[in-house]
């Protein structure tokens, strides 16, 4: 059974600009979450997302947004960069909302410069 | 609310000793329990969770936990250390009500293992 898969692995981007990053889950796992990791804060739930219905959202700004598609992959954006915004970004997947545990995919590391 | 709160950022053991590795939880509703890895440049591994079915939980690669309802506790341990268990540790814990879908994670252990 594939993992979960997020791409890209690292990215590099200028202040103010918008990134796009992607996670496909396990096949048949229709739940999907983000967090986000830094030395600072740890992790740090972003939002979930099942049958591409957005369930939970953790305390971001707005520039912090995600969607489902119908095959349950999904996407995270993040518009207007900040340095702040420098960080390990997991992508976790489950088939029962999380209570019988995530699978978490190896991250995408994102650099703002 | 719930909160968990692992003690001791950094632990360092011999090869071969016991690892004990600690983890409180603070939750208004009965929780799920999870123990998470993290090598470096890697994503998290799954060790262990809680999900009522039994207090004491066993896990991968040796490791287990025990659910303490009294102590509000879920420690790791592992009776003989070996060095590739260097890596860092998360504690995390999940409500069972359905809007809690969402892990929170405590600040993560450390561990070191010496030669």
């Known amino acids: ?113 | 609310a719930q909160s968990v709160t692992q003690l001791g950022s950094h632990v360092s053991v011999s090869e071969g000793a016991l690892v004990l590795l600690r983890c409180n939880y603070s939750s208004s509703v009965p929780p799920y329990l999870f123990w998470y890895v993290q090598y470096p440049n890697q994503g998290l591994q799954l060790l262990l969770k809680y999900t009522s079915a039994a207090t004491l939980v066993k896990g991968i690669n040796g490791f287990e936990a025990e659910f303490k309802k009294s102590e509000t506790s879920f420690h790791l341990t592992k009776p003989s250390a070996h060095m590739s268990d260097a890596a860092e540790y998360f504690c995390a814990v999940s409500g069972r009500s359905g809007s809690q879908g969402n892990l929170i994670f405590g600040k993560g252990t450390k561990l070191s293992v010496k030669p």
């Not at chain 1, 594939?2 to 590099?12: D, E, N």
């Not at chain 1, 986000?36 to 939002?47: A, K, M, R």
């Not at chain 1, 976790?92 to 978490?104: H, I, L, P």
């Open chain 1, 1 to 113: 059974k594939a993992g979960v898969t997020q791409t890209p692995r690292y990215l590099i981007k200028t202040r103010g600009q918008q990134v796009t990053l992607s996670c496909s889950p396990i096949s048949g796992h229709r739940s999907v979450s983000w967090y986000q990791q830094t030395p600072g804060q740890g992790l740090q739930f972003l939002f979930e997302y099942f049958s591409e219905t957005q369930r939970n959202k953790g305390n971001f700004p707005g520039r912090f947004s995600g969607r489902q598609f119908s095959n349950s992959r999904s996407e995270m954006n993040v518009s207007t960069l900040e340095l702040g915004d420098s960080a390990l970004y997991l992508c976790a997947s489950s088939d029962n909302r999380g209570n019988y545990g995530y699978t978490f995919g190896s991250g995408t590391r994102l650099t703002v410069v």
